[in-house]
Structure formats: structure tokens, C-alpha cells
């Protein structure tokens, strides 16, 4: 395992389309997170699952993005009814975290991202 | 809610060093880290700060300051591959995620 993958890396919609994407996180990660960014921003923070609860979503997540991670090794994020401002770099993110304390083990890794371009 | 202010832009000569800077206000604050992302990439992992004072790692170098709210990253013996955007971001206590800012694109000249 060299990584944390994802995919597609690109994907090109028209608007009202429904899209999927999927992150693969480094295999012994017990955290994932899925950010958003777009051009000459910093991400955002969408969700975040430990194993297969989803423990946190952000106030960007609207009722039109769902997220899972049913066996608590891979993710998806899908979008409903896509809309123009969707556009942006999907990144997903994994860490190990453990005994409640933050540190540099908590290190976030991220993958190459999804970049969505909606019509 | 959560400001993270760095410089947009910076230029700086390869071969010099380069102070990039970082200022925080958050609701409790749990760790800093540093974040080199080139264009189109990933974010990799530069550097964390928890406590106050200076990492040392290789050419890069952190500081923290937590009663200023203030940290930066040092980066000398600069090359040309090190021209890439530069993120700060803020883990807040009680919070999983981490809080970007909008990063610092650096471009390193010959």
C-alpha cells in the first residue's frame, strides 16, 4: 500500500447528473476524511468517518452530498443533482488515530484528489 | 469561527532562504501543521507544531508561538522544486478535522 488512492481523478458532468467517487485510504488508517477545494483556496473540511461511523459533517455538506463507508476500509462520496458551483478538487484524506492524543501520528495523508467539472 | 491568514503570493531566489507566515484565531487550538501542495497535487505533510518554538527538519524549519497566534515555515537552500503552494492549517480542539487557510504560492526564481 504506497498511498491513499482515489477515483476517477477527473470527471466531467452536466449539471443534474448524480456522481460518484471513491477513496481507497492507507489500509490501516482508521480515520478518512473527504475534503473540498477549489482554485486558490485551501480544502475544506466535508466529513469524516472513524471505521465506518460518520462522526462529523461540515455545514458545506447539503442534504445533495451523501457519504459512506460501509466496511470501514473504503469510501464513497456521491453528489445528487450536481449544480455548476460543485466544480472543484474532491480530496480524501486518511490518519491513524489513537489513544485520544493529537500528535504528528495523527498526520492527515491525502490522495491525489477527484477534479469535477460540471457543465 | 476560524481565520487562518497567510500571504497570497511570495517570490523568492534559489539558493535563499524563505520565511512564510502564518496567523491564527481559532476556538481552542490542538496542533499546526505545514502542508507543500504543487499544482494539481496532493497536500504532503511538511511539518506539525503543538508547542511553542522551533522543528527542525532538514531545509524546512516550523515555528509556533500559541499566545500570538502565530507561526511560520523556514525554507532555505531554496530550489527550483520547491516553488509549490504552502498550507497552514490548524487542527481546533475538540475538532477532528483540520482548518485550512487559503495557502501561499511560492515561486522560486533562478
Known amino acids: 500500500d504506497t498511498g491513499v488512492s482515489q477515483d476517477p481523478r477527473h470527471k466531467i458532468t452536466k449539471r443534474g447528473q448524480n456522481v460518484t467517487f471513491r477513496c481507497d485510504p492507507i489500509?490501516?488508517?482508521?480515520?478518512l476524511y473527504w475534503y473540498r477545494q477549489t482554485l486558490g483556496q485551501g480544502p475544506e473540511f466535508l466529513t469524516y468517518f472513524q471505521n465506518e461511523a460518520q462522526l462529523e459533517k461540515s455545514r458545506l455538506l447539503s442534504d445533495r452530498f451523501s457519504a459512506e463507508r460501509p466496511k470501514g476500509s473504503f469510501s464513497t462520496l456521491e453528489i445528487q443533482r450536481t449544480e455548476q458551483g460543485d466544480s472543484a478538487m474532491y480530496l480524501c484524506a486518511s490518519s491513524l488515530e489513537w489513544g485520544g492524543a493529537s500528535g504528528p501520528y495523527n498526520e492527515q495523508f491525502f490522495g491525489p484528489g477527484t477534479r469535477l467539472t460540471v457543465l | 469561527g476560524q481565520n487562518i491568514d497567510q500571504p497570497t503570493e511570495m517570490t523568492a531566489t534559489e539558493g535563499a532562504i524563505v520565511q512564510i507566515n502564518c496567523t491564527y484565531q481559532?476556538?481552542?487550538?490542538?496542533?499546526l501543521f505545514w502542508y507543500q501542495q504543487h499544482a494539481g497535487e496532493a497536500p504532503t505533510f511538511l511539518s506539525y507544531n503543538v508547542l511553542d518554538g522551533l522543528e527542525e527538519k532538514g531545509r524546512f524549519s516550523s515555528f509556533l508561538s500559541r499566545s500570538k497566534g502565530y507561526s511560520y515555515l523556514l525554507l532555505k537552500e531554496l530550489q527550483m522544486k520547491d516553488s509549490a503552494s504552502y498550507l497552514c492549517a490548524v487542527r481546533v480542539a475538540g475538532a477532528n478535522n483540520l482548518f485550512f487557510g487559503t495557502g501561499t504560492r511560492l515561486t522560486v526564481i533562478p
Open positions: 481559532t476556538s481552542g487550538f490542538n496542533g
Open positions: 489500509s490501516e488508517h482508521n480515520r
